[in-house]
Every structure is written in C-alpha cells, then in structure tokens.
C-alpha cells in the first residue's frame, strides 16, 4: 500500500475502514515522511487492537496529530494507559472491547 498527501489536509476520517495494524503504520509512516499537516485523526470502528500501541507510541510525536480517536476497536485498557502519556489535546478510546469483555473510557 502506498499513500501519498500532497495536499495541505487537518482532518483524516478512516472510520469503519476494516483497517488494521499494519495499516495503522502505514498511515502514521505516511504522515510523518510527507510532513503531513494533519492534526485531527479519527480510526474508530476498525480493527485496531493493542499491538498498534507501540506504532502510535512511536509515530504520533512526529506528526501535527493533537486529537486521536480510536473508539469501537479491540484495544485493552492496561496497554491503553501508554497511550496517555503522549501529548494529545484529545484521546479517545470509548467503546473499545478486549476478549468480550467491554470496556470504555475517553
């Protein structure tokens, strides 16, 4: 897969995408090598689970990104908390489910 932004773009919407974790990376490899302006990233409702954790981790520092949505996917809350030491303006994580077991907090 190759993405390329050649637009000056603030909001990136991959809701119900069916997008995974390798597509996670691509996106936020993308983002960062075009020097994307995007600043506001929504990847609910996908399947996003807590292996992505360490790419967001690692990726989203170098991007604009100030409000990361991931509601409505497979990520656990322990791995979660990391998530929350990254300095977003808003992150949410609502309506997430690990095992069958529901969780949700924003």
Known sequence: ???????????????????????????LNSLVNTKSEVEFLNLSSNRIDSQAISFLIE?????????LLLDDNKIDPINAVELMNLKLETLSLSQNEHDDIPIGFS
């Not at 190759?2 to 996106?27: G, H, P, Q, W, Y």
């Not at 990726?59 to 409000?67: D, G, V």
Request: hydrophobic content about 45%.
């Open 1 to 27: 897969i190759t993405i390329s932004i050649r637009f000056s773009m603030k909001n990136l919407i991959l809701t119900a995408c069916n997008l995974d974790n390798e597509s996670v990376r691509i996106i």
């Open 59 to 67: 990726l989203l520092p170098k991007t604009k990104i100030t409000t």
